[in-house]
Every structure is written in C-alpha cells, then in structure tokens.
C-alpha cells in the first residue's frame, strides 16, 4: 500500500484518518512518538490508547508470522471485517474500533521503536511517560477526555502500573493476560529463575530499539524503520538500553527493584475487564486473577478463556466483550454492562471446547476444597488422611514421583486455585520443587490442552525452592500460599521440612473413569507424545512449559540442587494436595468459542 504522509492532519486511508509518528512531549523535555487512528468525521471520541515498546509500526503478519497464520487459518473472524493492513502485535486492530466512533493510539515507549531514551521496561520513568501520554490525549482536539486502556501482555501490564498512578482522564482499563506481580509470576517462580525474560528481550525488544535505523523492519505506514531514522553504533545501542536479564539474576530475592515495578493494585479505582488464559501458566494467569482480587476498583471483572495467548483478544468473542465494556464505561452506553455478573468463564472441557458460564465471585463460593493426601506407598492420592508414615526419595533433578488419585466415579470440574502441603527433605542446604496437576484418560494417556504458547500443557503447575518456603502469614489463604521471598532459609541436610506449593488456578471437567495425576519431580514438566508441526517449528514452544523453563546453571547450581530429596506422607508428616472441585450448578451455557 502506499505510505501515510506526515502531515498536518494526517491521511484518509480506508475509512480513517491517520497520523503517523505525532510527538508527544515529557516533561523532561524527551519526544515520545505515537500513531493516531480516527474517524473522517471531525468531532471528539473517546480513546484506547496502548503504549509499550513493541514498535507501532510493526507489522503483526510479518513479526509475527507463527501467531497470525495459526490464528486466521483457526479462526477466521480475526482476519473478517479488516484490510488487516493496520495489524499491530497485542494491540487493536482500529479498523475494527474507529468505525464504531473510537480514535486509536499507539506509543513508542521511551527508547524502542520511533521513541528515542533509555530503554528500560517496567521502570517508573516508563510509567510516568503513560501517565503523561494519557493525559496528551484526553487534551487532543478530537478526544472527548474520556481514555480507555486495552493491550495483551506487555499492554496490558503497565496498565496496573499506570492505574495505580490514577491519571485524572485515565476511564477504565482492559489488562488481556497480564502479569501484576513481576518477581512471583514472570521473573521467579516460586523462587525459581525463569530463562523466559532473558530470552523475550533480545528477540522483541532489543529488535526494535531505537537507533536501529535500517537495521531494523520498516514501519508498514511509512515505510521508513520501525526503530528511528538514527543509526546508532552497537556500543550506543547498548548504553541505551538496561540489561533486563542481568538486572534480574542480580535481584534473585523481592527487592525495591522488583517493588519498583509492582503496582500497589489497591491503589487502583477505574473500572476494569481483566481477561485471563487457563493456559498461562508460567507468566499472565496468576496476575489476571490476583489483580482482580486485589485491585481497588469498585466496578470490575474478570473473564479466563482458553487457546493461544493471542487469539480471543482478536476474535469476535473478545472484541465483541472489549467493546461492550467500554462502550458503557467511554460512552456512556446503556448495554446492560454494569448488569452483568462480574466473573465470566469458559469451562474447559476434555475434548478442548467450552462452556461460558457467568458467575458472581472468584474463587467459587461453592467451591468443595477437597483434599488428597499423599499414600507413598502405594503411590496414590487418597479422600482419607493416611495412618501409615511412607517416604520415598529421589534425584533432586530427576523425574521424581507421580501419584495417581482413583478413577473418577462421575464427572467432576475442577476449577480454582490450588495448593499442596508437602513434608521434604535434602541431602544438600536446598532443593527446588516442580509440582504438576495432569489429568489421565481411562487407559492412561494424557490429556494435554492448548496453552498460552505451548500446544502441550498439564491442567496446572506449581514451584517451590524449599529456602524460600517462608510465608507471609496476612497474605496467604488457605487455597493460596504467599511467599515473602525476602529470606534465605536454607536446609539442613535430611532435616524434615513443611512446604506450602502455590498451585496457578485450573479448570477442567473431568468425565467418569479419568484420573488425576500429581507429578513431584527436580526439573520441568515434559509432554512425552508426538509434537505437532507447530510445537516443533514455533520458538517459544517447548515439551509443555512453553518458554518458562527452568534451568539456568547459574541458578541451580549442581552442587546445591543436584542432590537427593526424600517426600514424607503419612503419619505425622501428612502431605497432601488441594483440588478446587466445583458441584454443577443449574443454567450453564452452551459450548462458546
């Protein structure tokens, strides 16, 4: 197509007015850079604005090749209705929102893409800039001062962190699979190293630094680099930027450093959509249902679906569902929003379909907390606690040990958070804990589902590192432990200790004659089936975990994790594992996307 020109009042192009590179000025003097889409029809809408460092004008078919062939080839309303000339990583599509009377706007964050300054994601600074472009764009002439929020992931992140600050124009907010607490559900999982951030960063964000000049892609609106016309040396490029990797293996406990980044979620008044993925173990489940816990807002809703981490944001189901939240909150529509129950979930069934179901609380009110304890022996999960003291060891890097609870009487959900309580030992002063909820077919095979970004995933997981096993005692619920993470505690070796496993939230209903399956092992969970071409050519696909592995050397050094530990049940030493296991309730819906 040809390129947008840098006008004043920008280009008409396919029933939009667009505007491409619009300064936008910090109060420390720096240029920020946004891309504008409006109705022709001059007057004043409201806003979704997203701000981040993906680079505006990077073309989603062309960076992202792997997610949007798989999304419009399975769901072919994504692609519906749209030129999809404007398609942009996370973010909306505006042929899909200008047309429905909304402007559009997306920004370069603060030294990526068109934007130039330091690189540095999640800082404050970068959340000052947001707050300071919201506040831009609720003054522009075609802005009715009403801005709304909406983004996957990285747009949907900083959105807590801005809302805390509580811009005086900022309206509602949409955060789609987003994490609100860096250091528990993306840096370290349960005090473990994620190798994710240190992969993410060079392949999407150093990509597009700006400096890049034509090193870069070009901008699918101007044809020009996504990453500044500015060619700047290597040495530059990396003064410009901070090490995100290295600054999180330096901050292995809950610092300022991580504090810095995590929003005070109570803090936080507009109305919010908060949109999870069952499958998002590893990085956004636990901060959609946390953030909706915790966030101060009066008016707020949560909603967890299943698929890819990027599908339902782009299909008519979650479109349809962003536009009626902010059509009431941005426009004051009566569509009957403020009516809707706040909790809308797609149950997730064995043969990977589900059933919306609207429901007026999470976790479920009537929520059976059941528990399984652990039979070593017999290598069971058991409804009555168990009088015979068992142990079993084994390598503290190895496959470890799996439990298996009776085949299913009827069918049974399961659905919520989960916890295990397990007695351990160590040969050595640590010992790092993987804990998977599988679930097992009538003849034994697992039944795997599509997570985030991984084609292969358990129904849940959980981690542990037994030295950060202190609990913050107001925090933590009796279906959800919290760590402090604040303190080493180390082992003393072949002392027995109690661990509390934060399990992420599940949902599953399970027919008569399956089985669930809890796996304790030293090492990431491993799919053992056939890999499909997807699993196998996609780069942040793996054998069940996706990107959020667990095996930096730096971390797990041998010498400490490489030892011997011994499970205790039975007896005094009662180890058992926490199922949400929810009854039928009357008026589900039919099967949904």
């Not at 030493?573 to 296991?581: E, F, N, R, T």
Request: proline share 7%; net charge neutral.
């Amino acid at each position: 197509m040809s390129k947008i020109d840098k006008k004043p009042g920008g280009t008409i192009r396919d029933n939009m007015k667009i505007e491409a590179d619009v300064p936008i000025p910090m109060e420390d003097g720096l240029v920020l850079k946004a891309d504008v889409f409006r109705p022709v029809a001059e007057g004043r809408y409201p806003v979704i604005l997203s701000h981040g460092p993906y680079a505006k004008g990077l073309s989603f078919q062309e960076a992202y090749a792997p997610q949007w062939n798989k999304m419009v080839d399975e769901h072919p309303d994504v692609a519906a209705g749209s030129t999809n000339k404007y398609q942009n990583w996370e973010a909306v599509d505006p042929e899909k929102w200008v047309p429905d009377g909304y402007v559009c706007v997306r920004v370069d964050s603060r030294g990526a893409g068109q934007s130039p300054g330091l690189l540095d994601v999640w800082a404050p600074r970068e959340t000052k800039d947001f707050y300071e472009c919201i506040e831009w764009a609720a003054a522009q002439p075609w802005s009715n001062g009403k801005i709304g929020l909406a983004g996957i992931s990285y747009y949907a992140m900083n959105q807590y962190q801005v809302a805390a600050l509580r811009p005086p124009h900022l309206v509602a907010i949409c955060p789609w699979e987003g994490v609100s607490d860096f250091y528990r559900e993306m840096f370290y999982h349960g005090g473990i190293l994620s190798q994710f951030p240190g992969r993410w960063f060079p392949r999407q964000i150093s990509t597009v630094q700006y400096g890049l000049g034509d090193r870069a892609a070009k901008s699918f609106l101007t044809g020009e680099s996504v990453a500044g016309s500015e060619r700047l040396p290597d040495a530059e490029l990396v003064k410009n930027r901070v090490d995100f990797a290295a600054e999180i293996k330096k901050r292995p406990w809950m610092d300022g450093w991580h504090r810095d980044r995590n929003a005070d979620l109570s803090k936080i008044a507009v109305p919010m959509l908060s949109a999870g993925n069952w499958g998002g173990h590893g990085l956004h489940l636990r901060g959609n249902v946390e953030a909706y816990g915790q966030t101060g807002s009066k008016q707020k809703w949560l909603e967890i679906h299943g698929l890819e981490h990027w599908t339902h944001f782009y299909t008519d189901y979650g479109t349809q569902l962003q536009k009626r939240f902010f059509d009431h909150f941005l426009k004051g529509v009566d569509n009957g929003w403020d009516k809707t129950p706040p909790v809308r979930l797609q149950v997730r069934h064995v043969d990977a379909t589900f059933v919306e179901r609207l429901e007026n609380e999470w976790p479920l009110a009537r929520t059976q907390w059941t528990k399984f304890h652990l039979d070593l022996g017999k290598r069971a999960l058991s409804s009555a606690p168990v009088k015979v003291a068992g142990k079993v060891e084994y390598d503290a890097l190895g496959d470890g040990i799996t439990l298996l609870m009776p085949p299913l009487k009827r069918e049974t959900e399961f659905t919520g958070p989960a916890v295990a309580r397990l007695f351990v030992s160590s040969s050595t002063q640590d010992a790092d804990l993987f804990v998977i909820v599988r679930l097992l077919d009538p003849k034994g095979g697992e039944i795997t589902f599509q997570g985030a970004l991984d084609p292969n995933t358990p129904i849940a997981q959980g981690w542990l590192r037994a030295s950060h096993r202190k609990l913050d005692a107001k925090r933590s619920l009796p279906y959800r432990p919290y760590h402090s993470h604040d303190e080493r505690q180390p082992l003393a070796p072949g002392q027995v200790y109690e661990l509390n496993i934060e399990i992420w939230p599940t949902c599953i209903v399970a027919p008569a004659g399956y089985q669930i399956a809890l796996t304790i092992r030293g090492k990431d969970y491993e799919y053992a089936g056939e890999l499909s071409d997807f699993a196998k050519t996609f780069h942040y696909a793996h054998r069940g975990v996706g990107p959020f592995q667990h095996n930096d050397p730096d971390d797990r050094p041998a010498a400490i994790f490489g030892g011997r530990v011994t499970l205790y049940g039975g007896g005094e030493h009662d180890s058992y594992l926490i199922l949400p296991i929810v009854p039928p309730k009357a008026g589900e819906g039919g099967r949904s996307p």
